[in-house]
């Protein structure tokens, strides 16, 4: 089966066209093309993602992107699917994005193939798929298996039966884990998007420099926190200009050790909570296998500390992380969603819903 996917749903404009088989039982994707055209440029100088830009931006990104795979070797008229994000997300994109596909299918092409919504956490759910490892195994050895989605919008974790019974377990409460590097970002005056920048800047820091709080590591459950995490980064800048009159005062090599001990100390007690949850939810359900996605996912620090925390609890479970092309948005993902949403005949309507749950 030959899939076009379309992913609009935030800051990223992007089109896979793909070739998927085997079923639910062994899926299996070849990657025939996957384009992004990333709007970070535009939207850096506002320190977030402005709706209204990011809609004009997919407007004009989006045939950009079909004229290079129809300029490509590839017979774009072969489509069986066409799947198209209706959500969670920007609404305003989330149309754009739709509009789009509902005119490629009846109007640009004139295509004979079906045209269906895809949810955009269940693409990130599913971006294990994309891992040429997991297509050589067989589903009694990936299952059961926890999953845990880490973006700038979302941080859940989920209990996987199968390919197609799964159950969320815990949610953030508050900010989701990207949007709170996000932040600390902006009050360590370092561009968006955050995460990537705290991340560099961390490597040269000392992670055990600030003792910063872990919200809700000892509670039974499995939600998470980081509204206060965020804060307590705040209030240690605050009471440290205090102490040393204005931040500017300090000489600036100093500030740029202090900058880094603050982001590894912060990404520590961002990942300590994240990896325990997740080994103590992956040991409760005797999980086999932990998938890590979303652009947090992309962090090498966490793949390290995850796959460190596993070897030192000579735990027999297989940890899978996308490639980073895969963690950040992108429409492989959203192909892979929707074959397998297509294959059990569930198919999400094509109206935009900027709050879709899991
Ligand atoms: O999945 P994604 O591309 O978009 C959403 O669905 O939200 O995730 C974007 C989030 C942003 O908050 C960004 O700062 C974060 O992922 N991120 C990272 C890294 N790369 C991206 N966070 C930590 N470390 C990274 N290397
Ligand atoms: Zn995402």
Redesign the pocket.
Known sequence: MRILAIET??D?TAIAFMEASGGLKRPKFKILKNLVASQIKIHRPFGGVVPNLAKREHIKNLPALLKKIQNSRFKIQNVDLIAVTVGP?LEPCLWTGINFAKNLKSEILNLKSDLIGAS?LEG?LYSFLLNPKTHILNPKQIFPAIALI?????TILIKMDSLIKYKKIGETRDD????A??KV?RLLDLPY????E??KIAKKGNFNAINFPRPMLNQKNYDFSFSGLKTAVLYYLRDSCENTKTRENTKEGKNVKKNADIAASFQQAAFDVLISKTLRAAGEFSAKSIFIS???A???T?TGKFKEAIKKRKLNISFYAPKLKF???NAAMIAVAAYVNYLRKKNRRLIANGGLSL
């Open positions: 749903s935030c990223e997300g955009h990130h880490i973006s700038g919008g979302h989701a884990v990207g949007e590097f996000d970002a998007p955050g995460g990537p705290i991340e979303g652009g947090v992309a962090n090498k966490l963690c950040a948005d």
